[in-house]
């Protein structure tokens, strides 16, 4: 059974930075097809963040690039959304993902972190 487990989040100034991370356990990062965080503002659909696609290709939602940075730890077993110049927009619950697809999608989910940026 895989378990993702998210954290990192809090309260933040508008053009500040903050570190999330995604551990998972269960499986070896390796395993997955494709890793990454969402996010959910209130009232909003969730929606993509970063992520990396089998192993190595990183992308990105339009209004996070260049300023947000998806990474991962082999032997953390961990990936990480690094976020610089946060502004209040970016307020949400980040979520963290991975999907395996073997015989069918498999979709593992984290319990999510709030991230919330003041003006």
């Known amino acids: 059974q895989v378990q993702v487990v998210e954290s990192g989040g809090g309260l933040v100034q508008a053009g500040g930075s903050l570190r999330l991370s995604c551990e998972f356990s269960?499986?070896?990062?390796?395993?997955?097809?494709?890793m990454g965080w969402y996010r959910q503002a209130p009232g909003e659909q969730r929606e993509l963040v970063a992520s990396?696609?089998?192993?190595?290709?990183?992308k990105y939602a339009d209004s996070v690039k260049g300023r947000f940075t998806i990474t991962r730890d082999n032997t953390k077993n961990t990936i990480y959304l690094h976020m610089n110049t946060l502004k209040t927009e970016d307020t949400a619950v980040y979520y963290c993902?991975?999907?395996?697809?073997?015989?069918?999608?498999?979709?593992?989910w984290g319990q999510g972190t709030r991230v919330t940026v003041a003006s």
């Open positions: 993902n991975a999907q395996i697809v073997l015989q069918g999608t498999h979709t593992y």
């Open positions: 269960g499986k070896s990062l390796f395993s997955f097809n494709s």
């Open positions: 990396i696609i089998n192993g190595r290709l990183a």
